[in-house]
């Protein structure tokens, strides 16, 4: 055999694996956004239990019909699609949705048969929950549970801070374990001072559960994602809260009486730090003019009740991993 048969078959072999993705190293796109308030029309009830969901219907004061719910699932799968671009995004952690049936039917709406998710009911009495996305060409879960607030002991707590944190053990590209934590702390209803002891209390419940990984291994490859509902800190041991970087500095997700703040942010173990990177996906055909503070703010889909076909009141944040 020639040396030009010899270079051309190898050439051949290698451009087969870099289209089918089989080569080791392809990055991984994690997406972390609170969706604002994603709700089914129907009114949900679970096991018995009715929802505090009646804003949220068509008899409801915000006249949310079919038509609007079908068009936030879009929008919320148009931003997903420009982010992942050709090849789509691999793994997202989503804030702010109502139950399983609107998580299918965006993984549906995103690219038919690519995705699927793991979610759990929360006590929230509004049916406020996480959920987590994944390509199921890359992701394979192997274990997930529901962490409930009321794991410190102490039942009253479990009814006052009644979102749950989601907790996924994936297999990445059958061979990298990652474990996932979706987070919605607590809100900054009634101050932020006022409320933090909320935040701290469900920052120990998500510390030990870290524990538990680091317990079993001490190199674990962690991503702790969410609405942290809190300026960046590093406030949880053996992570590195990823937005506290410099480049974020003037930037944020949310945007409240005129001021950016990141209130959505990423932790990562030492082995996830040093191969990625994170951005916030501050597009402008997301956002609108902020005609009263001035430059852009998040394009949600009410501005007060007036219905307006908007996005979120968040901007995703995306952790781009080199592997």
């Not at 082995?271 to 001035?294: C, G, K, L, P």
Request: overall charge negative; some cysteine; charged content about 30%.
């Amino acid at each position: 055999m020639t040396r030009y048969y010899i270079v051309h078959n190898i050439v051949t072999i290698l451009m087969g694996l870099l289209v089918t993705g089989i080569m080791y190293g392809e990055p991984l796109r994690i997406v972390s956004y609170n969706v604002e308030n994603l709700f089914h029309p129907k009114h949900d009830t679970v096991a018995g239990i009715e929802k505090d969901d009646w804003e949220w219907t068509p008899e409801g004061e915000r006249k949310w019909s079919y038509t609007r719910y079908y068009k936030k699932e879009e929008n919320i799968a148009r931003v997903l699609t420009n982010i992942g671009e050709w090849d789509g995004v691999d793994v997202v952690g989503m804030q702010e949705v109502e139950n399983a049936l609107v998580v299918k039917r965006l993984c549906y709406t995103l690219r038919r048969g690519e995705y699927d998710f793991v979610h759990y009911e929360s006590p929230d009495e509004r049916g406020i929950d996480v959920a987590l996305i994944y390509k199921k060409s890359r992701v394979d879960t192997i274990r997930t549970r529901s962490i409930r607030i009321s794991e410190l002991g102490n039942e009253r707590i479990s009814n006052l801070i009644t979102r749950d944190i989601l907790y996924v053990c994936a297999k990445v590209d059958k061979t990298d374990t990652i474990h996932f934590f979706v987070c919605h702390m607590p809100s900054q209803r009634g101050g932020m001072a006022e409320s933090e002891w909320k935040r701290e209390i469900t920052k120990r419940v998500l510390q030990e559960a870290v524990d538990s990984v680091f317990s079993v291994h001490p190199e674990a490859k962690i991503v702790v994602m969410g609405d942290m509902n809190s300026e960046p800190k590093e406030d949880l041991a053996g992570m590195r809260n990823k937005m506290k970087n410099e480049r974020m500095k003037d930037k944020g997700t949310h945007k409240y009486q005129g001021q950016w703040t990141c209130l959505d942010q990423f932790y990562v173990s030492a082995a996830m730090d040093s191969i990625s990177t994170v951005r916030i996906y501050d597009e402008e055909w997301i956002q609108e003019t902020d005609e009263r503070y001035m430059g852009l703010k998040p394009k949600r889909t009410y501005n007060g009740f007036t219905y307006q076909n908007g996005y979120s009141d968040h901007l995703p944040i995306i952790l781009e991993c080199q592997r």
